[in-house]
């Protein structure tokens, strides 16, 4: 079992920046972690995703303003956000996985944190 535990969300204005943090504990050994995100009223997607033997991903809308890293040692995965957007409101997610899958495939992950909120006033 892993226990993902997000945090680092809150209110910014468009331009501004946030960094999410998401704390592992439990059985920690994870093959990929992933950011997914959930705007009211539309299904759930992946942001960024990152894996050992894959490498990382990112969406489209993210690219070049958002960064995923992970700190093995602190069991933390993070995700910089830069030059945030009005449409980058919303829940954001940490997600793991113990085996390797398509990287922002919602049933490639079996552990899901709580969530954290992201609003971008514009």
């Known amino acids: 079992q892993v226990h993902l535990v997000e945090s680092g969300g809150g209110s910014v204005e468009a331009g501004g920046s946030l960094r999410l943090s998401c704390q592992a504990s439990?059985?920690?050994?994870?093959?990929?972690m992933a950011w997914f995100r959930q705007a009211p009223g539309k299904q759930r997607e992946g942001v960024a995703a990152?894996?050992?033997?894959?490498?990382?991903f990112y969406a489209d809308s993210v690219k070049g303003r958002f960064t995923i890293s992970q700190d093995k040692a602190k069991n933390t995965l993070y995700l910089q956000m830069n030059l945030l957007k009005s449409e980058d409101t919303a829940m954001y997610y940490c997600?793991?996985?113990?085996?390797?899958?398509?990287?922002?495939?919602?049933?490639?992950?079996?552990?899901w944190g709580q969530g954290t909120q992201v609003t971008v006033s514009s």
């Open positions: 997600a793991a996985a113990s085996q390797v899958g398509p990287l922002v495939q919602i049933g490639s992950y079996h552990y």
């Open positions: 990152i894996a050992t033997l894959t490498g990382t």
């Open positions: 439990g059985t920690t050994h994870t093959a990929m």
